[in-house]
């Protein structure tokens, strides 16, 4: 099927039936390892409520108001409706939040902050998509931060997280908060060369046979993100990512079902 | 939306095949969801996102950008008659609403036929997915499809004096093509003559005023509207159409004039009459945009030199005009691109042109933040909470707890969506117990043994009246039944215990039973902290280490749905053989059917023999197993122990 890569990964493995041993939720496992690669790379953890305001999840993040871009979010509002508050749909609320109180202290960049966190759209649930999810968002603010910066921190992270060196690919695509905005790709960790350049043609279920895989959506932190916290967009550049922690997962563990994550089914979790 | 690989070929004459141009567009513009043949043509679904709408939902604008990635010449297709631009007899014109209506562009035509449209229209239609409905409004469709501009038509002979862009009345009614009885109010722009509403503003025609088989007179609209008020019209009442979609994206009102000349030109050839002329109110123009893009900026952002030469190149393939002066360069952007607004704009079309792949990794220098926190004190309040909730997860899970992720959303709480999905998930959850509960119930019903414990535990957001969320920490133990000498109370005691010595020596003791909700039965005990409160009180922690739980990579095995058959063999062996040995020769003897163990329960010798008892769990991924099916199985198990020469005990 697939050819060997530099990424050992033992399919054969047979799951232990090991009654005493307690057992991490396979979302915690991934969310640790790539904390734990980006605070190699110098990040900090940060956080924010589920429970949200339109101002830190659309208006600072560039969706003008009464615009189509919030229809890319089907959002969750809640009771009573004159509060305007929802459930954030994702996790990049917290760019806003971290930089507002950094601003606040009195502080100013460079800064890097990873944020894992839940998120909610309101959408209808299958194998593929969940109406709670999880993301994993970075933020890096510094002087003269490029497209090249961005390729060079995703490819250290998933050096780090896979112990190999894999190319990555950027797609131009559409996120209100960056500009230029990309999704990007990792050569499938199944099909690569000893380079660590991707293999097409197998029947991989990772990545269809592509040797790609999709891992999320990044960019340049658009300047009206800076302008709507207070920092000079002449002075202050950065790049931002998002990562699906149920993708990272699913594909790690060739996990078919997302719904699977939330049953509280022990026969599943004490796989992991 | 739907592309016809013929249709854009009309506007790029030397188009690359179509999976080449699949590529070209994934790599430089959009992303494309599937290219399929259909017939002697072949479909492109592209996904075209906001930044993009206003000027790519049509044939030219993704022709365009086919044009300047492949560096392709774009023919714009001639009319093949001038429009004649002035005052018009029997067509009147008025836009009351101000700034609602950006621009109205209105033709008169008498002696139109209605029919069918000629094969070639409506099979251009249908490629995409539109029904062909008759000449009229086909023609329309095919230049909304083509150049993004939604048109209308009313018959002529139903509209009582001017047309006036207005808003509704509170009280006035309309029905929609499509026969809906619409209520309106002053909030919603109606396209009106003097007996009241013809048409609903950029989203729907009107049936009082509609084209059908005898019309011979048409009046032709091609306009532009603000776009949040089309959007929040669409949003109340509940229409979207192709139509209000272009709109709520800004298109831009320049597109109207070209439009109505691709319009009548159509309409002569499909559907004859005269063409009397075009009245084109347009109070304020759109002003022709310039952008100064400062070289050194963009190379900056891209973090690679991009030849100027290049850069240029790049830019006048997207039709922006470019004049040069030392680094910078004055643009002036084309109409249709209302997206490109700054220079951090243009920054995105030089680089996804010119081609991310060329742009080389690179870090910054390691002078600048941070660095990772060492010890909770000198760290944020996030990183110690982070490390604390791991530290937690730590000692539960060596205390062979599973941790479990639980659904936000429920049927009961004290806050409520406003928009919710289902019934039984309007609600976000206010404790975690209630569902851990459900399922440290749900899983003795998988459980091997009376003795053996389901223990679970979540940390999680919890949601409070007013808005406020609370993280908290539940963990749970439960037995099928009441097992002697088990205190389940006691057992969570204990791990309490373990989880408040993370908390300063001085207030140890501090995480009371009243921090804590503790519920309980003699076989289940479930107790829910407020981990912000815990937080607090811890200083510093002893370094996490999560390793042991770490999972390699390896393909999960899939839970069946189908019903389980458990089955117990036990078996007198020799003293010096191993449980182990006869696990193995049993495994050896069973089909794929054989889910869980063998596993032994039960062991004990006597006069110098060893009894041994093992389980062994039967179960299918495709079907409810019979227990004829189960039995068979057991006959292998115990025909393999036999051949051992062991006793199976019955």
Same mark, same amino acid.
């Given at each position: 099927m697939c050819s060997g890569g530099i990424v050992c990964f033992c399919y054969n493995q047979e799951v232990k039936d090991n009654e005493e041993k307690g057992h991490l939720h396979p979302l915690n496992q991934v969310i640790n390892q790539v904390v734990g690669a980006f605070h190699d790379l110098g990040f900090s953890v940060a956080e924010g409520p589920e429970i949200e305001d339109e101002f830190h999840n659309f208006d600072a993040l560039?969706?003008?108001? /009464?615009?189509?871009?919030? /229809?890319m979010q089907d959002t969750f509002w809640l009771k009573p409706e004159k509060s305007k508050k929802l459930l954030r749909s994702q996790t990049s609320d917290v760019q806003i939040r971290y930089m507002e109180e950094m601003l606040e202290e009195g502080k100013e960049p460079p800064l890097r902050i990873v944020v894992p966190g839940k998120v909610y759209r309101q959408e209808a649930t299958d194998a593929r998509h969940e109406s709670q999810f999880h993301q994993i968002e970075g933020l890096l603010v510094d002087k003269n931060v490029s497209v090249a910066h961005l390729k060079g921190y995703l490819e250290e992270f998933f050096k780090s997280l896979y112990g190999a060196d894999l190319d990555i690919r950027l797609r131009p695509s559409f996120f209100p908060?960056?500009?230029p905005g990309f999704e990007f790709d990792l050569v499938c960790i199944r099909c690569h060369d000893k380079e660590g350049k991707p293999v097409k043609?197998?029947?991989?279920?990772?990545c269809s046979g592509t040797g790609w895989m999709e891992m999320g959506g990044a960019g340049l932190v658009h300047p009206n993100v800076l302008r709507a916290v207070g920092l000079d967009d002449k002075v202050w550049s950065g790049f931002a990512f998002g990562i699906g922690v149920e993708r990272l997962a699913m594909t790690k563990w060739a996990i078919d079902d997302i719904r699977f994550f939330t049953n509280g089914d022990l026969r599943f979790l004490k796989q992991f | 939306m739907i592309f016809s690989y013929n249709w854009l070929k009309k506007y790029v004459p030397d188009l690359p095949a179509p999976l080449e141009l699949e590529q070209g567009l994934i790599f430089h513009a959009f992303e494309v969801e599937c290219v399929e043949e259909r017939g002697r043509d072949s479909l492109l679904d592209i996904n075209i996102l906001p930044d993009r709408a206003h000027d790519c939902l049509c044939h030219q604008g993704v022709a365009r950008e086919v044009s300047t990635i492949f560096k392709l010449p774009f023919s714009e297709p001639e009319p093949e008659s001038d429009l004649a631009l002035g005052r018009v007899q029997n067509l009147e014109i008025k836009i009351e609403a101000g700034t609602d209506c950006r621009r109205y562009v209105g033709e008169r035509a008498t002696g139109v036929k209605v029919g069918d449209s000629p094969e070639w229209l409506a099979g251009q239609l249908e490629v995409i997915g539109q029904h062909s409905i008759n000449n009229i409004v086909d023609a329309t469709n095919y230049v909304m499809f083509d150049l993004g501009q939604p048109m209308h038509a009313f018959d002529a002979d139903k509209v009582e004096g001017a047309i006036t862009v207005r808003r509704a009345k509170t009280g006035e009614t309309m029905t929609t093509l499509d026969n809906k009885e619409l209520a309106l109010d002053e909030s919603i722009l109606v396209i009106a003559d003097e007996k009241g509403p013809l048409a609903l503003a950029g989203i729907k025609g009107g049936k009082r005023a509609e084209v059908d088989a005898s019309t011979k007179n048409l009046i032709l609209e091609s306009a532009n509207f603000d776009p949040v008020l089309i959007r929040k019209t669409g949003a109340k009442l509940g229409i979207k159409t192709d139509a209000s979609k272009r709109f709520e994206n800004d298109l831009s009102p320049e597109t109207a004039l070209p439009a109505m000349v691709r319009l009548v030109d159509l309409l002569q050839r499909v559907a004859g009459g005269e063409y009397l002329g075009v009245v084109d109110v347009y109070p304020s123009p759109q002003e022709e945009k310039e952008i100064i893009l400062d070289l050194d900026y963009l190379n900056k952002k891209l973090g690679i030199v991009v030849p100027p030469d290049e850069v240029r190149d790049i830019l006048e393939r997207l039709e922006i005009e470019v004049v040069s002066q030392d680094n910078k360069l004055g643009l002036t952007i084309p109409?249709?691109? =209302? @997206? #490109?607004? +700054?220079p951090a704009n243009i920054v995105e079309e030089v680089g996804r042109i010119y081609g991310y792949e060329k742009i080389e990794p690179k870090l910054l220098p390691e002078a600048s933040p941070l660095g990772v926190v060492q010890g909770l004190a000198s760290g944020s309040l996030a990183e110690k909470r982070f490390a604390v909730f791991n530290k937690i997860r730590e000692i539960l899970a060596k205390d062979g707890f599973i941790e479990v992720l639980g659904y936000? #959303?429920?049927?009961?709480?004290e806050v409520e969506l406003a928009n919710p999905l289902a019934s039984d998930k309007a609600w976000l959850r206010s404790n975690l117990s209630d569902w851990l509960g459900e399922k440290i119930n749900f899983n003795l019903e998988h =459980? #091997?043994? @009376?003795? +053996?414990p389901v223990k679970i535990f979540e940390i999680g957001r919890v949601f409070k009246e007013g808005h406020n969320e609370e993280t908290h920490l539940v963990i749970g133990i439960g037995y099928r039944k009441k097992i002697k000498g088990v205190d389940v109370t006691q057992e969570l005691a204990k791990v309490k215990e373990k989880i408040s010595e993370l908390c300063e020596i001085q207030s140890r003791g501090a995480l009371r039973l009243d921090l804590a909700q503790l519920k309980a039965t003699d076989t289940i005990a479930v107790i829910e902290f407020n981990l912000d409160e815990l937080i607090d009180k811890v200083q510093e922690i002893d370094p996490v280490n999560l390793k042991e739980f770490m999972s390699p990579a390896f393909n999960y095995k899939k839970v069946s749905t189908y019903p389980r058959i458990i089955r117990d063999v036990a078996v007198w062996v020799p003293e010096t053989t191993t449980p182990e040995f006869v696990i193995d020769l049993i495994k050896k003897s069973v089909s794929e059917l054989c889910v869980v163990g063998p596993i032994l329960f039960d062991e004990f010798a006597k006069e110098g023999r060893k009894s041994l008892a093992f389980r062994l769990v039967f179960q299918s991924y495709d079907r409810t197993l019979s227990d004829e099916e189960a039995n068979k199985e057991m006959e292998k198990v115990i025909e393999a122990l036999e051949r051992e020469s062991y006793e199976v005990r019955k």
């Open positions: 560039n969706f003008p108001a /009464d615009h189509p871009s919030r /229809d908060f960056v500009e043609g197998n029947q991989c279920p990772l | 109409y249709w691109r =209302v @997206d #490109l607004q +700054e936000a #959303l429920t049927d009961k709480g =459980v #091997l043994f @009376d003795t +053996e």
